[in-house]
């Protein structure tokens, strides 16, 4: 089985600070992990993967995450903050086998920039 | 924009009745996925089908059932409804290129059961 715990539902930065936004993963199998962001009344856009190979994953939007397989965690971070990042940001995990297709969510971050 | 296409966009209707969720995959995609995003379970994986045929399944009541035809576009059907059902249902397509199959969501199909 795997699962994915996102630490804090609710972030709040000032615009131009460090963004850190906290998700760790259990799996029984090597796993696939993704960040996607869900803006208001939108569906889910990807921000970045992780699937094998180098461990810091750049995205989209000036994001990038790392790989850190033995504290299985993949935290999400971006330099700095602008106004347009405010959405909700959800870590997932897939796995193999029958497995790979299926993805298993956290229960969500809500990151607020203040100007 | 995904590709991905989800029809209708709102949805209300009453408890007891039964409803229709289209989607329309990204060109050329074979996988299916449906999710449920409800506050309380949050975003939760119901079903997949490729090209065709179920291929996972996961929290989906027996209330629901899915089916993708042959021009892979793919129905959700909502029976016996419940408030509870009420919730944002997504759909995501993805190729066949080899793990880790990146999913595409549509813009989901909220419903409202009163």
């Known amino acids: 089985a795997q699962s994915v715990t996102q630490l804090g539902s609710h972030v709040s930065v000032s615009e131009g600070a460090l963004v850190l936004l906290r998700c760790n993963y259990s799996s029984s199998v090597p796993p696939y992990l993704f960040w996607y962001v869900q803006y208001p009344n939108q569906g889910l856009q990807l921000l970045l993967k992780y699937t094998t190979g180098a461990t810091l994953v750049k995205g989209i939007n000036g994001f990038e995450a790392e790989f850190k397989k033995s504290e299985t965690s993949f935290h999400l971070t971006k330099p700095s903050a602008h106004m347009s990042d405010a959405a909700e940001y959800f870590c997932a995990v897939s796995g193999g086998g029958t497995s790979y297709g299926k993805l298993t969510f956290g229960q969500g971050t809500i990151l607020t920039v203040h100007p | 924009d995904s590709g991905v296409t989800q029809t209708p966009k709102h949805l209300i209707t009453a408890t007891g009745q039964r409803v229709t969720l289209r989607c329309s995959p990204r060109s050329g995609d074979l996988s299916v996925y449906w999710y449920q995003q409800s506050l309380d379970q949050g975003l939760q994986f119901l079903i997949q089908?490729?090209?065709?045929?179920?291929?996972a399944k996961g929290n989906i009541l027996e209330r629901f059932s899915a089916q993708q035809f042959p021009d892979l576009h793919s129905e959700l059907n909502l029976s016996s409804l419940e408030l509870g059902d009420s919730a944002l249902y997504f759909c995501?397509?993805?190729?066949?290129?080899?793990?880790?199959?990146?999913?595409?969501f549509g813009p989901g199909t909220r419903l409202t059961v009163t």
């Open positions: 995501a397509s993805s190729g066949d290129r080899g793990p880790p199959y990146e999913q595409y």
């Open positions: 089908y490729y090209n065709g045929e179920e291929r």
